[in-house]
């Protein structure tokens, strides 16, 4: 049965919109009517995830080129976490799937995802299990959140599960927004300098370069360079600019290939100051990763696959693959990481401790939280220290280019006192 996402006016014309299953537009608009709701607009969603959108006007219908509803936006993970904490309570009060699905729907104020769990409440009807109708939108829900949920299912806590995903949604997010902020600034700041620089160098340097020519004054060597730069960025800058974006585009296709993205991994986790920071970062995402799915009772070589994507380091990525081989093979879980060498002696011990007394999943959180704290604490110290950096490069610049302006000009001064 097909799902549409409909615009429309209700019998007080107001605006109104939802998401609807139902055999044809035809019914679409039966249904709308019986509601006091004329229908504007409507778009069909299939299952390989098209879209068809269609402005209705009275009785006949024309194509749209517009569409107004965003199935191509990507869904929040807060709306995700959100989402799933009110799927968590609904079951945790007796209802059933079916119905917590159709409530969520009702609901959901984000068309895309109201439009999503619409389709997976249509495949649970239709004798999918959950897990399975979650599968078919990788975009929404991946191969963790399908995995947990299908180890709810066959556990009977699925209630416990869904809060589990939320509590583990909410602290990628966290994480996720530390580590963003920590890099806005350095990011405006360099974008401003490149703005400011590309500003002096194009429209100020060369008149005031002209004034200094025209008055008869020498130019030190400062200035020359200065003026060279100038000149360079007046007549040569679409030139840079193409070699800037072509450096870009090739960099790009090379980190994509398995040998530039091991390489260029290497080179960040070595990075001064940055370094440690996406080690602790890839630790918190381990830890946390693991021991949520471990907890829903997912396979540990299921749980270790999936810790491969979402480490998203193609160094661990290896030292991962390596370790599932080798615990398949009947090794313990920190055995192999700890003969790797990339795994910090407190996370290994730690799993070490839970393995003995059979509290991997506990000792996982805590390691979690533990480097979760110090991504918080370095990212905090990072922002700290690079304000001033940035400040001291941007006047160092602007300051350079005054002093190579002025240099002249002083001894232009100079030789009009002396006359």
Request: a positive charge; glycine letters at 8%.
């Amino acid at each position: 049965m097909p799902v549409y996402a409909y615009k429309g006016l209700n019998a007080k014309g107001k605006p109104v919109n939802g998401v609807l299953d139902t055999e044809s537009a035809r019914t679409l608009q039966a249904e709308l009517r019986g509601k006091q709701v004329f229908l504007t607009e409507y778009a069909e969603k299939t299952a390989t995830g098209q879209s068809q959108a269609v402005v209705a006007t009275g009785s006949k219908q024309q194509g749209s080129r517009e569409v107004t509803i965003g199935f191509l936006n990507r869904v929040p993970l807060t709306t995700v976490s959100e989402m799933t904490r009110q799927l968590a309570t609904l079951l945790k009060s007796g209802v059933p799937v079916v119905d917590s699905l159709a409530a969520i729907v009702e609901q959901t104020e984000d068309q895309r995802l109201a439009q999503t769990m619409a389709q997976v409440r249509r495949s649970v009807n239709e004798g999918s299990a959950l897990h399975q109708a979650l599968r078919e939108h990788p975009r929404v829900f991946p191969a963790l959140y399908a995995n947990m949920v299908k180890a709810g299912e066959a556990s009977g806590t699925l209630e416990l599960v869904f809060l589990r995903l939320a509590d583990f949604i909410e602290a990628q997010v966290r994480l996720r927004s530390q580590v963003r902020s920590a890099l806005m600034y350095p990011a405006i700041m360099i974008s401003i300098a490149m703005l400011v620089v590309t500003m002096l160098m194009t429209f100020v340097v060369p008149k005031l370069v002209e004034i200094i020519v025209e008055g008869g004054g020498t130019l030190p060597l400062p200035t020359k360079v200065l003026i060279f730069v100038s000149e360079l960025f007046q007549n040569w800058f679409w030139l840079f600019s193409l070699m800037f974006a072509g450096a870009i585009w090739a960099f790009n296709r090379w980190i994509k290939t398995e040998e530039g993205e091991l390489k260029w991994d290497r080179v960040k986790l070595r990075t001064p100051l940055f370094g440690d920071l996406l080690k602790k970062i890839v630790m918190a995402r381990f830890a946390r990763t693991l021991g949520t799915l471990m907890g829903a009772g997912v396979p540990l070589l299921t749980a270790l696959e999936i810790c491969m994507n979402v480490v998203d380091s193609a160094v661990y990525r290896g030292v991962l693959d390596a370790a599932r081989g080798q615990i398949r093979d009947g090794d313990s879980i920190s055995a192999p990481l700890k003969r790797s060498g990339h795994f910090p002696p407190m996370v290994t011990q730690m799993i070490a401790i839970g393995e003995k007394t059979g509290e991997v999943e506990e000792m996982l959180a805590n390691v979690a939280g533990a480097y979760e704290q110090q991504v918080e604490t370095k990212v905090a110290r990072l922002t700290t220290l690079l304000e001033p950096m940035m400040i001291v490069v941007l006047g160092g610049i602007v300051a350079a280019i005054v002093f190579a302006v002025l240099m002249p000009m002083l001894s232009m001064n100079e030789a009009l006192r002396n006359g």
